[in-house]
């Protein structure tokens, strides 16, 4: 990652923009809990989208998604707006947004941002969007390689299972590299290139463009001292690929519906299409930038550094296995470091069985030996070592046909057609949703609120 230098004064200056929103909500006892969560994992177009609406990008590895030509001609926001649509996991009426140039080679200045409530499309319900700001101000530049947290804002969501906030950025002047989550499986909207700002518009006529990725935006948070986060934190089969593009139906979605009724515990997805638990990288040929960085590496960020955070669901390891080439020894030393990282925040780790990958037809996902060694995987996560179980393992893989998905949950939900024999589709979904002890994770859940 390179970042971009400042001197002292300016540096000053954004160490006091960033640092002082949560500075002064901590002074007044405020409590905060993870709503939302977008995995920052790398520089658009790098990395694996779903559904994006635009054209082939170039040939050859970190240049693997369609590029959105029409909105950003040269792979960066000039001058025009982003409307970006989220689903918060529970109710409630004040919310923070982080902003993330986390891989950006140059400051973005945001120069407005508002939050609403969307109604349709990039149409917002009147009378909910509300000006953002940032230790007071209603603009921000966020350096190159930092986030900014935005001051709290009043924005009334009742039904956090219909209602979704939509976070509009206006990227004033160049952004340069934009960060950015790839597979949102969410259609948001963006503006044409040098069309101004359009942040405090309630109708969608000055956005053109979509696009199934989230673009600066990587968290969202609610003020609420009665909720407690569950994190899934895991790879692509986290994230929802083979899931319905808007259909909320992500394993960890099944699971927030599953715990939702109370609105007391909500459930964030880091995930990142590609990633892996180790450092290994991918096999010659393979694309390790498009993987994002490993979850040894934003374990802090993604996991510990979220507000609220009660429980951990571990799902990630076949990509080291069939992607990188990693031994089963390799992966297992990575979750004895998660876990005991994990145990010192006094959070509990849930451990999920690695979902079956035979028949694959790319990388080693698909051969005996990757098999053999998502099985000693397995039998690590049962032994003992986390703190609970979720078998995904055993409801998603084939009777008949051991190491292969169930025939039914091997289609795919996004765009249609066959599956890849790796990704579950909405239906493997809900079964691997449904397959979590929800009464474990409520009562750890609701005694860590209970602590407070």
Not at 183 to 207: E, L, M, V
Request: aromatic share 6%; charged share 20%.
């Amino acid at each position: 990652m390179r970042i971009s230098r400042m001197s002292r004064v300016t540096a000053a200056v954004a160490a006091c923009v960033l640092l002082t929103p949560v500075a002064a909500a901590e002074a007044r006892g405020q409590t905060w809990a993870a709503a939302w969560a977008g995995s920052a994992q790398g520089v658009y177009p790098v990395g694996y989208s779903v559904g994006q609406p635009g054209t082939p990008g170039p040939a050859g590895p970190g240049n693997t998604a369609p590029l959105l030509t029409a909105a950003f001609p040269d792979n960066q926001a000039r001058n025009q707006t982003l409307r970006l649509l989220v689903r918060p996991s529970v109710a409630g009426t004040s919310w923070r947004v982080r902003l993330s140039n986390e891989f950006g080679t140059q400051a973005v200045t945001f120069g407005r941002a508002y939050a609403g409530l969307q109604s349709s499309g990039a149409n917002l319900t009147a009378g909910t969007n509300r000006p953002l700001t940032f230790g007071g101000r209603g603009s921000v530049v966020v350096p190159a390689g930092r986030t900014v947290l935005s001051d709290p804002v009043r924005v009334k969501v009742t039904d956090a299972q219909s209602q979704r906030l939509a976070v509009s950025l206006y990227v004033s002047g160049l952004s340069g590299p934009m960060t950015w989550h790839a597979a949102s499986f969410t259609t948001s909207y963006i503006s044409d290139p040098g069309s101004g700002d359009h942040a405090a518009d309630r109708g969608d006529a000055a956005f053109p463009h979509s696009t199934t990725s989230w673009f600066f935006l990587s968290e969202v948070q609610v003020q609420r001292s009665d909720v407690a986060t569950v994190v899934a934190f895991g790879d692509s089969i986290t994230d929802g690929f083979f899931s319905t593009i808007n259909g909320d139906d992500r394993w960890p979605d099944v699971l927030q519906r599953r715990l939702g009724e109370r609105g007391d515990i909500s459930v964030v997805t880091e995930a990142i299409g590609g990633n892996m638990v180790t450092r290994i990288g991918r096999t010659p040929g393979g694309c390790t930038p498009c993987d994002g960085p490993p979850a040894l590496d934003r374990l802090d960020r993604d996991v510990l550094g979220r507000p609220g955070v009660r429980v951990v669901i571990l799902l990630e390891g076949i990509n080291d296995l069939g992607g990188g080439n990693a031994t089963a020894a390799q992966v297992i030393a990575g979750y004895r470091e998660i876990i005991r990282r994990v145990h010192a925040r006094g959070i509990k780790i849930v451990g999920a069985t690695l979902t079956p990958s035979a028949g694959t037809e790319f990388g080693l996902y698909g051969t005996p030996e990757t098999d053999a060694k998502r099985r000693a995987v397995n039998d690590f996560v049962r032994s003992g070592a986390f703190d609970g179980v979720a078998d995904f393992a055993a409801v998603t893989e084939d009777p008949a046909n051991p190491g292969r998905l169930r025939p039914e949950f091997d289609t795919n939900s996004s765009v249609g057609g066959p599956g890849d024999h790796l990704h579950p589709n909405r239906a493997g979904f809900l079964a691997m949703g449904n397959a979590i002890d929800v009464n474990q994770l409520r009562r750890w859940a609701l005694n860590a609120v209970a602590a407070r």
